[in-house]
């Protein structure tokens, strides 16, 4: 079932699926951490990978490698390989990678915990990371170095929504010697598939929208057979592996993808150019308006502009903290990607711990508030944040 000539939609309720003998329709949950043999010859077998088949959990799982399959057909990899968090998926894929002495080229514009395990856990071990402009293609060409082995970035951007140009910096990459590792979380392969653009990985925090009711943890590496070696390796050994039961939850969360990113998006969309419109709003961040300054490669990069939508309120934090505390719907909350719509005041929540300076420099400013726009009546959020915007 993974021939390419199905839809991605087609892919996500069919691709990957594997029957017991019991012959079930929906996927099965398998909660076993391990495996029995027939006898000692199968046993040895199976451990030196002479015979393929399931040994222990950490390693392999009948229900995760389902998720896994599926996956890897909806974004056209090769071979994904399925972790614990989206966190450790990009853990895996560094470690899988890289060595001591290795650089890495990131965008500035990546999630804070990313930034954190790039500039502060991995510099312990001897991996350098020069972070650069999420849009300035130069600046990528400029920071890579003889040693450098991966190319780092996530678009459209958390919060700002800056929109990077996938096949040019892939292009700069190769020149370099460099793989590109892209972080989809915030398009899912429904709108981008960044491995046609020329990315070599793909990362996802399933937590977000694979999901889509914000309930459970997980995140994938993908690509091609060679680079994935040493990622699974990586995992089969440190263990940051994803549960049966979140890849069961995974799977049939993949099954209603498209439907919801469809949704999300034209709430986001609704709610984008409403903002915009607004007498206390001062600048509306969303990469499907024509007034996003890469509005025009987000539409040929990306189906849509996606579910997310910063703005920037006039009158400072207190402002925005106003527009916050008089919701009654949405959620106050820094977790996006959920049929709820969630708001947050990055500021003092997701970007709280760098300087101010740097704050500033990202473009985050104390008025800005993000918006995971969910699954409810675009006339409903709008009328939510509709009472502390005055
Ligand atoms: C949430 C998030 C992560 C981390 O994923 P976890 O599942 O929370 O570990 C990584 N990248 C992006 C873009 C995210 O939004």
């Not at 460099?178 to 979380?185: I, R």
Request: glycine share 8%.
């Amino acid at each position: 079932m993974s021939e390419p000539s199905y839809q991605p939609e087609t892919l996500a309720v069919h691709a990957g699926t594997v029957r017991s003998q019991f012959n079930e329709h929906s996927e099965a949950m398998f909660l076993t951490s391990s495996f029995v043999f027939d006898n000692a010859a199968q046993a040895a077998a199976r451990f030196i990978g002479e015979e393929p088949g399931n040994i222990y959990s950490r390693f392999t799982n009948p229900t995760v490698t389902m998720f896994e399959e599926r996956l890897a057909a909806m974004e056209g990899a090769e071979q994904c390989v399925a972790t614990a968090s989206g966190m450790s998926a990009i853990l895996a894929c560094c470690m899988g990678l890289l060595k001591s002495g290795d650089h890495i080229v990131a965008s500035r514009s990546i999630f804070g915990a990313t930034v954190n395990l790039f500039g502060s856990i991995l510099k312990k071990f001897g991996v350098e990371t020069t972070f650069v402009s999420a849009t300035d293609v130069s600046e990528w060409s400029a920071a890579a170095r003889p040693q450098t082995k991966l190319f780092f970035l996530e678009t459209p951007s958390n919060p700002l929504t800056e929109v990077s140009d996938i096949a040019a910096i892939a292009a700069v990459a190769k020149k370099s010697g460099a793989l590109l590792a892209v972080d989809n979380c915030f398009c899912t392969p429904i709108l981008q598939r960044p491995l046609e653009l020329g990315a070599d990985i793909v990362i996802h925090s399933a937590t977000k929208y694979l999901d889509g009711q914000g309930r459970v943890l997980g995140g994938a590496v993908l690509g091609s057979k060679k680079n994935m070696e040493g990622v699974y390796q990586f995992l089969r050994t440190a263990g940051p592996t994803m549960s049966a039961f979140n890849a069961w939850i995974f799977l049939k969360g993949l099954e209603t993808l498209k439907i919801r990113m469809d949704a999300h998006s034209a709430n986001a969309l609704a709610v984008a150019q409403w903002l915009e419109v607004q007498p206390n709003v001062a600048r509306v961040y969303y990469p499907g308006l024509p007034s996003h300054p890469q509005h025009q490669l987000a539409m040929q990069q990306q189906k849509t502009g996606g579910g997310i939508v910063s703005f920037e309120v006039k009158g400072g934090r207190e402002a925005a903290w106003r527009v916050i505390d008089n919701t009654q719907m949405v959620s106050i909350t820094a977790n996006l990607g959920d049929t709820k719509t969630t708001l947050t005041h990055p500021a003092t929540t997701t970007h709280a711990r760098i300087t101010p300076e740097a704050r500033a420099a990202a473009g985050i400013t104390e008025g800005m508030l993000r918006i995971a726009v969910g699954l409810e009546a675009a006339s409903d959020i709008q009328a939510d944040l509709a009472r502390g915007l005055g």
